[in-house]
């Protein structure tokens, strides 16, 4: 899902998604949360970065 996301999202929706992975992990406590929410931006960022030739 993140990869389909990342390879077709228009870039306006892949930076509001990166803004809203960000305060969720930085607004949330529960470790178990975070470590998540990192996990998937991580991933997100990957697959952006190899389908459209770098990093925003």
Known sequence: MVAR?????PADE???LEEALITHATTHFDL???A???RFY?????????C???LR
């Open 5 to 9: 996301y990342a390879e077709a999202g």
């Open 14 to 16: 892949r930076a509001r």
């Open 32 to 34: 178990q949360a975070r």
């Open 36 to 38: 998540r929410m990192m």
């Open 42 to 50: 991580g991933t997100f960022k990957v697959v952006e970065m190899l």
């Open 52 to 54: 459209h030739g770098g």
